[in-house]
């Protein structure tokens, strides 16, 4: 028998009045599922939202959602008066005066008079209380009556044990708290009838139910108990409790008018609560005709599609419902199978994932047991049915070997798809205007969620592959690696305990995915309720620094995702580092956004010849107040790596996703406009040739004498044109002398030589300088006019260049064969014709001149250090951030 049908017979055997719904109760609450709002999203007609009224305006139906809210708040009063009476807890207004018999043999009686006294006329806050004192006995109690009854527990005549007291009250006190916050908060929302009947279209209460509901785990735990409590009330014949339990008074309204209950009917309230009201003030099955839905409609119901707490009533509907299936399947325990280690079969996480199994993509439910995976699809039934899941395909747990790649699915282009996602966005803000386009603003909304529904079964690229010890393989697709990291964590988490597999009823255990889901529908951003100056709208800037902490050397990248709508990219990577206790980047990553409000970061090591693996990940919140246009640099916590990263934001209205400027290539490109793309002073391509050459190539025999193929060396040119994470994995694998190709095919492709033409002639003067010290001076004087791109990836590549000398007794290249190579790219004479004044140089002389020019500049001891970023914290307020 369920726990609800045992409490009402219970009652009615102690002649305790219960309403007579009981048999429609079970019906609608323990049977009929939350409203699913997804078919397949492929399919036009996917979302089905619960039915609001077509016969009334969207005016009167927020009159009406007024009117039902009023209605809950005088239940909330009326709820919170009975706990108040069950606790014994007076009302500020009145004075109580309790008596209560105490005796363990029925011979010796003594009273413990509780006079509660009222405080100070016109003080607000909770009564105080005057202290309980037991004549008989001497003993001081406690002023709250629980821990009287505790404290009298301890004498030689007790009425309830210790451990009665606290069984009795299990978590009302804590129940009371909660309604008690509640209520405040709504009846400080509703405010005065004139002030909200101007605002009732902007009056948003859904972050309160769903603040409660989140609480709902108390009554879980008050449920559980209550057949002890229960039992121990009409076990307890002593006539101090009997006297006590029959004579409770609760004040109602403002006549003070006093309702007598009994101990019995007032601890039967909470679970009268929540089998009833809590799911009769948003469930939207007419057949239940309770004192709630006639006032005169449930929440929910009178609640418009566009209105921005229809989502979270929504989600608040699917918690008490999921929270009342899980009381209704735990009373029955035939259902639950006993797996190795004396485990029982339980739901550790559900959610939407794209499977791949069947050839195509499909959006699909996943459920995640303690022994096996389970994947369904989803089947929407008509109105009046209940929904269902079909089963897919399970795969047990023991023995599951998973592999994530690190190589992303190719994209399937979704630019079109992306472009009416945005205009669609843009007619919606527009009708959300007033509350006289409420209409329109509803199909617009749907239209976005279908839209957004095909986005997350075509936009996933990070692959899970799933090996069964049966040979059997699944892939799942995820468009966030944070997200699969979570799915790949739970699920390792169960393997390592090697449960054995209990080969399930899968038509039983697909039909309970509909009560036990914990996830109803899928992350669509569009039915967010959040308010848009909560969220972020324009370019967002995320530089990665460096990282610190690794435990060994690794090759490490920073993968960093942004949520909010699907017009542009939320994700994006650095490049890898080389491998290096203390990895640096320097990447500036950008992001268009609109409605961002989470930021997750994961640092992964790429190892050769393994599957690369998530060192640590954390999510940081977007606050609109903390960004600013100025960078702000912060040190994020990420599993064993501490990751220094800048931040910064700046709003503006945002262009269609097809218009958004497309990336410049790197090579035959001003390097000061690679450098301000790029957002660094040394560009990436020099840096990430330079560090494989110094990771594997400083003993490398002629090493940028010796050129690589042609080939090899115009694929990495095309890698950093296009993707520069793309060409630095290109670089790890590709041979040494093409590394050093790329870097010099570079510098002789710039439309200006690294050292302007115009300081040629300058530098040639210097050349004739006798003392050295002078003539290094001077050309340390005039590198100082470059620009900065310009003077400091010279200096970087100098620098380099020095160490790659200090091993030519093994690769042969000493500073004069550097010099060599590099003079006629790093520095050009002026052509003749083109504005250069002066006088040309000869051919013969032009290259004794580069490379002479080079050369002195390698053999300078006192070279000023490169700087590679920009200053990503210029200003002085801005500390370092700990998060």
Known sequence: ????????????????????????????????????????????????????????????????????????????????????????????????????????????????????????????GPPMFDQLTDPASSFSLSPKPMKALRAAAGTSQPVLSSQQVQTVFYHVPELREVHQTFYS???????????????????????????????????????????????????????????????????????????????EALLYKPLDRVTKTTLALLVRAPRMMNRFIQRPRDLLKTTPEEHRDYAALQETLRLSRSFLSGVNESSQSKREVTLSHGMRRQLIRDGFVVDTSEGERSLRHLFLYTDLLLCTRFKHAGRGKQDQYRFCWYVPLGDLRLRWVADQEPPLDTSILRTKMFHLRQQLQR????????????????????????????????????????????????????????????????TRDNIETVPPDLLTLTGACVKLRMTQHPPLHSSSAEEDDRTLCGTLSVAIHSASGLQEPACVYVSVEVDGYEFYDRLAQTHSSVHSL????????????????????????????????????????LEPKSLSRRWRRQ???L???????????????????????????????????????????????????????????????????????????????????????????????????????????????????????????????????????????????????????????????LHHLQRVAQSQDVNKMSLLNLATVF?????????????????????????????????????CNNLPEAQTSLPYSEDPEDETTHL
């Open 823 to 859: 003079g006629p790219s790093l520095l050009r004479p002026p052509v003749a014709g083109l504005g250069h004044n002066g006088p040309t140089v000869d051919i013969s002389q032009e290259v004794v001149i580069q490379v002479q020019v080079i050369f002195c500049y390698l053999q």
């Open 185 to 263: 908060s709504l009846k400080a929302r509703l405010g005065s009838g004139e002030e909200v009947g101007m605002r009732h279209f902007e009056l948003e209460v859904g972050d309160l139910f769903l603040k409660m509901v989140n609480h709902i785990g108390l009554y879980g735990g008050f449920i559980e108990n209550y057949e002890k409590a229960a039992d121990i009330v009409r076990r307890c014949t002593h006539p101090s409790f009997r006297t006590l339990a029959e004579s409770m008074f609760s004040n109602h309204g403002a006549d003070k008018a006093r309702t007598k209950y009994t101990f």
């Open 431 to 494: 009708h959300l205007k007033g509350p006289k386009a409420v209409s329109l603003a509803a199909r617009s909304r749907k239209k976005l969620e279908q839209m957004e529904l095909m986005m997350i079964t075509l936009s996933p690229v990070y692959r899970l592959e799933l090996h069964s010890p049966s040979h059997k393989s699944r892939a799942l697709l995820f468009s966030s690696l944070y997200e699969l990291e979570e799915w790949r964590e739970a699920i390792h988490k169960l």
């Open 1 to 124: 028998m369920e726990v609800y049908q045992e409490a009402v017979a219970y009652l009615e055997s102690q002649h305790v009045p219960v309403e007579e719904e009981t048999e429609v109760l079970e019906e609608d609450v323990f049977q009929e599922e939350a409203v699913s709002c997804y078919l397949s999203p492929l399919n036009t007609e996917s979302i089905d939202f619960p039915d609001t009224p077509t016969s009334c305006s969207p005016e009167e139906m927020l009159e009406r959602r007024l009117v039902v809210l009023k209605g809950i708040l005088e239940s909330e009063e009326v709820y919170l008066r009975e706990l108040d009476a069950l606790l014994m807890v007076s009302s500020p207004q009145n004075t109580v005066i309790l008596t209560l018999q105490s005796s363990s043999t029925c011979s010796h009686f003594s009273s413990l008079i509780l006079i509660f006294r009222r405080e100070r006329a016109g003080c607000c």
């Open 582 to 621: 203390s990895p640096h980047w320097d990447q500036e990553l950008s992001f268009q956004v609109d409605g961002a409000q989470n930021m997750r970061v994961l640092c992964v090591s790429q190892s050769d010849g393994q599957d690369d693996s998530i060192l640590g990940k954390n999510t940081m919140k």
């Open 639 to 797: 599993g064993q790596a501490e990751v220094t990263l800048s931040l910064k934001f700046c709003p503006h209205p945002l262009d269609p996703p097809g218009s958004a400027a497309q990336r410049l290539p790197v090579f035959g490109v001003a390097i000061e406009t690679v450098a301000q793309q790029e957002g660094v002073l040394v560009p990436h391509v020099v840096r990430c040739c330079v560090e494989e050459v110094e990771r594997r190539g400083m003993d490398e025999v002629g090493i940028y004498r010796i050129s690589g193929t042609t080939g090899d060396i115009g694929a990495l040119k095309a890698a950093f044109n296009s993707n520069l994470r793309e060409a630095v994995t290109r670089l790890r694998s590709t041979e040494v002398n093409a590394v050093s190709g790329v870097l010099k095919l570079y510098f002789r492709e710039l439309p200006e030589p690294l050292i302007p033409t115009a300081m040629f002639q300058s530098l040639a003067k210097i050349l004739d300088v006798q003392d050295w010290s002078t003539k290094m001076d001077s050309m340390l004087s005039l590198l100082q006019s470059c620009p900065d791109p310009n003077r400091h990836t010279f200096l970087y590549l």
């Open 635 to 637: 040190t994020l916590a």
